[in-house]
């Protein structure tokens, strides 16, 4: 397994692509998540340099590991649009030399969509699975809240109803043990699918509100709760145990304070449990 650091942690810091490329180096991680919006602000606007940090990363033995971004599935309007944005990060992902783009499938609870709008969701899925694969792209729905993908049942189900090599998914653990799902059952049958993970963890399932999207963004929304992944109410240690050896990346997603000195002892735990499972 491969760790990533996400630069949505530093979502709400001041701090330079370059300082994070240096962070991620100093402590050993293999690469770097970016979030879509902060890859198409570095295009615009700090291009030269950032082609200098990519080469650095390369040089360093490490990489892009995916791109984060939301593509609206849900409407035949917000799709137009989902299409053109889609071509954006698709050409940021070449540009970026990544493989993988990560949407959600949807922003609608899975037991609330109907057999017509599921229809319409697994359609747009499917275009945009054949744009990806036409530049060796994989198209990434991660396990969430309030998606086509929150619970096991609806992931299976949408993944054979789209059909497609290039569906793959993130993998968010947590958000598999809050539907109620057992994480390790889960990757075991998702397995075939599974092209990255998200390490996250949260103190109680009291306190899961704040990973509501709106409350991540807000500069000054909640963070009571976000916990360490040794600390957690989800138990680390069988999942490390499970995909220790797994040549995909795990981002550690850490949307707390401090994010420096957060990551930095969450990759050091991570080594050394990989290191135990290997002994």
């Not at 940090?53 to 609206?72: A, F, H, V």
């Not at 940021?92 to 949807?106: C, D, H, P, S």
Request: net charge negative; with cysteine; charged share 20%.
């Amino acid at each position: 397994m491969k760790l990533s650091v996400c630069t949505i942690s530093f979502r709400h810091q001041l701090i330079s692509f370059a300082q994070i490329v240096r962070f991620a180096h100093r402590h050993h991680f293999d690469g770097i998540e970016l979030w879509g919006i902060h890859a198409q602000h570095l295009y615009d606007h700090d291009r030269v340099e950032v082609e200098e940090q990519l080469q650095l990363l390369q040089t360093q033995g490490m990489s892009i590991s995916m791109l984060s971004d939301y593509l609206d599935i849900a409407t035949s309007s917000g799709f137009a649009r989902s299409l053109e944005k889609a071509k954006r990060l698709i050409a940021l992902a070449k540009w970026l030399n990544v493989k993988q783009i990560r949407t959600f499938a949807g922003q609608k609870a899975s037991k609330d969509v109907g057999p017509e709008e599921r229809v319409r969701y697994v359609h747009h899925l499917q275009i945009l699975c054949e744009m990806c694969q036409e530049h060796g792209i994989q198209l990434l729905v991660e396990t969430h809240p309030n998606t086509l993908t929150d619970q096991m049942s609806s992931t299976l189900a949408l993944l054979q109803e789209v059909n497609h090599p290039a569906l793959k998914v993130n993998l968010d653990f947590l958000h598999v043990w809050e539907s109620g799902a057992d994480p390790l059952d889960s990757y075991d049958q998702l397995k075939p699918w599974v092209a990255h993970y998200h390490l996250k963890n949260i103190i109680s399932s009291d306190h899961l509100p704040v990973f509501a999207p709106h409350n991540v963004y807000a500069p000054n929304g909640d963070r009571e709760g976000m916990v360490p992944l040794s600390e957690g109410a989800v138990d680390y240690g069988p999942i490390v145990e499970k995909i220790a050896d797994t040549d995909l990346f795990a981002s550690i997603e850490w949307f707390g304070h401090s994010p420096q000195h957060v990551l930095v002892d969450e990759v050091e735990w991570l080594r050394k449990a990989m290191m135990l499972v290997r002994k």
